[in-house]
C-alpha cells in the first residue's frame, strides 16, 4: 500500500503565500508524475500543476506565474510554492502521484486526504 500524507494549508490573507508539501510512502518501486489538484465548493476538481520525474512541469493558466511544483525523488516528496493568491484559489488540495509498486506493475493513481487552503479578502 501506499500513502501520500499532505501539509501546509490554512487561512492567508489575499496577496500571501502558502506552501504545501506531501511525501509519498509505502509499497513504492518508482514514481511518475506527481501533482495538485483542487476541489473548491461546488467545483468539480481540476489540475493545478504537476510534474514528471524527469522535472517537466505543467500549470493550469489560472495559477501561471504563481504557483511553483517541485519534487524531490530521493525523499518522495512534491511540493506547491503559492504566492499572490487570490480568493478563488480557496479549494480543498489534494496530492496525486503515479506509483509502481513493482517493476512488472502498472503505475496506480493514489492520492492524498487533502488539505485546506482558504485565502481571505
Known amino acids: 500500500q501506499v500513502q501520500l500524507v499532505e501539509s501546509g494549508g490554512g487561512l492567508v490573507q489575499a496577496g500571501g503565500s502558502l506552501r504545501l508539501s506531501c511525501a509519498a510512502s509505502?509499497?513504492?518501486?518508482?514514481?511518475?508524475?506527481m501533482g495538485w489538484y483542487r476541489q473548491g465548493t461546488g467545483k468539480q476538481r481540476e489540475l493545478v500543476a504537476d510534474i514528471t520525474n524527469d522535472g517537466r512541469t505543467k500549470y493550469v493558466d489560472s495559477v501561471k506565474g504563481r504557483f511553483t511544483i517541485s519534487r524531490d525523488n530521493a525523499k518522495k516528496t512534491v511540493n506547491l510554492q503559492m504566492n499572490s493568491l487570490k480568493p478563488e484559489d480557496t479549494a480543498v488540495y489534494y496530492c496525486n502521484a503515479g506509483v509502481r509498486s513493482a517493476y512488472y506493475t502498472p503505475p496506480r493513481d493514489y492520492w492524498g486526504q487533502g488539505t485546506q487552503v482558504t485565502v481571505s479578502t
Open positions: 509505502g509499497s513504492i518501486f518508482s514514481i511518475n508524475a
